[in-house]
């Protein structure tokens, strides 16, 4: 049997200590209060005594969702009453008392608009008596949209699909967004008020901050129209957007909508949230698993953002100062972590982490003893099958001698069928596939320097 790379087995490490379920383990936990002996549930520094409550309620969505959702389904069973969570199609698992809706990511569709009008109703009309129970993961921006009044579902996928093309980062996606929903930035807690309402997070955002994390349906929010507006002419996009959507972000410019809920909302006073997973726990494993395969490694940043082809030509750059430090026949690896953006420009396939992997190839190419993973945690790259991709300095001139040029594909935004074709007509393992992962925690990096062994595992596997 085929041993893996050690690239692909500390990316699987990473992925290990992101898992949700583990990660809602970790953290929610049912006990015996002292003294009065109540039943108290948990969360960090939190505690609720369910006697307090007639009714638990669970809503949420991410692409982490269905794992998360088990995970309160082993420590709460029957005491939930009722729920209800989205996830993107393909992330789903069973649940035995929670309804589970699969939708459409990145761009929203008429699944999760549904799901997300429901969750607002089933929340409508609660007392101090219900304690609400929300799971957030990346993805759920998209998987919970639900229009604000006047604005169509279509306007909203148009508008999110104009700010991905044009490379928008997912601060500015989302303050875009928040202004154009019935359920982001903060409206969800305000929509549940005056339950009690405990968020559990799981972090796609670097920074962690709350009100990014899924568009913060249950935080309060900071951004205003001025800042969606801002963004909107940072693109220049006004003119391409939606009727329906620019008049009500213009309506809401002038005063005539309302604004997204702001941290002296009293809903807030009954609102919690819990960050029970992120990025850095996954590069931590990912640090000591590499150590153990002979790579002392470095985390090199935690917060890699910005445009991929950019973020390729700095990584390339730390790999290579990382090589020529190198003692003879000595080995490292560089890790990274976070969400980089695409202008889209051509007309090929591809994800931001092919993309940034076909640029880091061209960076590095005729270069022994670099080779890097970029892939996304949640085992999706773009609309593709693959997760990402592994490149060495041997790749662009594996492909030259099949007839590919790696530039050209790469300025046709075509790394997918690049790597594709590399992986069929040579014999390659330069896609990396997972599958979905049930996580989400944003994109990690692998960079091997020195005596890179290739194990000749398959990176399809």
């Known amino acids: 049997m085929k041993m893996e790379r050690p690239a692909r087995l500390i990316f699987n490490a990473a992925l290990e200590a992101a898992d949700p379920g583990l990660a809602v383990s970790r953290t929610l936990a049912l006990d015996r209060g002292a003294g009065d002996g109540h039943l108290l549930l948990r969360a960090a520094g939190h505690a609720y005594r369910l006697d307090d409550f007639h ?11 269905a794992r998360m959702g088990q995970a309160v389904e082993e420590i709460l069973a029957d005491r939930i009453d009722s ?7 393909g992330h789903a698992a069973p649940l035995r008392r929670l309804r589970l809706v699969e939708a459409a990511h990145p761009v929203p569709d008429e699944a999760g608009m549904r799901a997300a009008q429901e969750m607002i109703a089933l ?3 609660l007392n101090e008596k219900t304690l609400v129970l929300c799971l957030l993961s990346g993805g759920a921006s998209a998987l919970m949209a639900a229009p604000a009044s006047g604005v169509l579902l279509a306007d909203k996928q148009a508008v999110t699909d104009l700010l991905l093309k044009a490379g928008a980062a997912i601060d500015e996606l989302n303050a875009v967004r928040k202004h154009l929903s019935a359920i982001k930035g903060g409206r969800l807690a305000k929509a549940a008020f005056p339950a009690t309402v405990l968020t559990l997070i799981l972090s796609d955002v670097i920074g962690d901050r709350l009100d990014v994390i899924a568009s913060g349906p249950t935080a309060p929010d900071d951004t205003t129209f001025d800042d969606a507006a801002a963004v909107i002419s940072k693109y220049g996009l006004w003119e391409r957007l939606p009727v329906r959507a620019a008049a009500y972000l213009r309506r809401g410019l002038e005063g005539r909508e309302a604004e997204t809920i702001k941290k002296d909302d009293p809903c807030f006073r009954r609102t ?21 395969l002979g790579f002392p490694a470095q985390v090199i940043t935690r917060e890699l953002q910005g445009e991929a082809r950019q973020a390729a030509r700095f990584l390339a750059g730390r790999a290579q100062q ?30 931001r982490n092919q993309e940034m992997a076909l ?33 060495d300095g041997a790749t662009v001139a594996a492909g030259k001698n099949l007839g590919l040029d790696a530039a050209l594909f790469l300025e046709n935004n075509d790394s997918y069928s690049y790597f594709s074709e590399l992986d069929a007509r040579g014999g390659g393992r330069s896609h990396v596939r997972t599958g979905p992962t049930g996580t989400n925690v944003m994109d990690i990096q692998v960079i091997l320097v020195g005596a890179v ?4 595992g398959d990176e399809n596997d």
């Open 83 to 89: 729920g209800l969570l989205v996830t993107r199609r």
């Open 359 to 391: 640029a880091f190839a061209l960076e590095i190419a005729g270069n022994e003893g670099i080779e890097m993973l970029a892939a996304g945690s949640d085992g999706n790259d773009g609309p593709t099958d693959a997760a990402g991709a592994i490149v």
């Open 55 to 65: 009714r638990l309620l669970v809503v949420g969505g991410g692409k982490a969702a």
């Open 272 to 292: 919690a949230h819990v960050l029970v997973g992120s990025l850095s726990q996954a590069l931590d494993a990912a640090a000591v698993r590499a150590g153990e």
């Open 123 to 125: 929340l409508a009309g």
């Open 322 to 351: 990382a090589r020529e430090a190198l003692p003879p026949a000595g080995r490292g690896c560089l890790l990274s972590g976070g969400e980089t953006t695409v202008r889209v420009r051509g007309k090929g396939r591809g994800g």
């Open 453 to 456: 062994a290739p194990g000749g």
